[in-house]
């Protein structure tokens, strides 16, 4: 069975850091792109960051670059998104996603719905909220 489960959530002052975590288990990343997503109340699904390990593709939404890194540890079967200079933009729901067929990153971003599966190897965390104010 599948697991994702994200912690490290909080609140954190405007230029400040936070560094979310994803457990996953049942999967293995080579076979998986994983990527974060949030949600902000009223606003889309946004796509945050990807990497897919087997090439080592990695992709940011723009407004993140410079900022946010994702990054995997095979070992403990670990996603990270460590989030700097945070921007009052940045709040919202950040959910962990794993996908054995990622659709594509078009005009620098992945559309689609967080936390609905678009397919039997689409999986997603629970979500861990993310706070930026002073």
């Known amino acids: 069975q599948v697991q994702l489960v994200e912690s490290g959530g909080g609140l954190a002052q405007p230029g400040g850091s936070l560094r979310l975590s994803c457990a996953a288990s049942?999967?293995?990343?080579?076979?998986?792109?994983m990527g974060w997503y949030r949600q902000a109340p009223g606003k889309e699904c946004e796509s945050v960051a990807q990497?897919?390990?087997?090439?080592?593709?990695?992709n940011y939404v723009d407004s993140v670059k410079g900022r946010f890194t994702i990054s995997i540890d095979n070992a403990e079967n670990m996603v990270y998104l460590q989030m700097n200079s945070l921007e009052p933009e940045d709040p919202g729901v950040y959910y962990c996603?794993?996908?054995?067929?990622?659709?594509?990153?078009?005009?620098?971003?992945?559309?689609?719905?967080?936390?609905?599966?678009?397919?039997?190897?689409?999986?997603w965390g629970q979500g861990t909220q993310v706070t930026v104010s002073s």
């Open positions: 996603n794993a996908d054995q067929l990622p659709m594509p990153w078009l005009e620098g971003r992945i559309t689609r719905q967080c936390v609905v599966q678009e397919h039997d190897y689409d999986y």
């Open positions: 049942g999967i293995s990343f080579s076979n998986y792109a």
């Open positions: 990497i897919i390990s087997i090439d080592n593709t990695v």
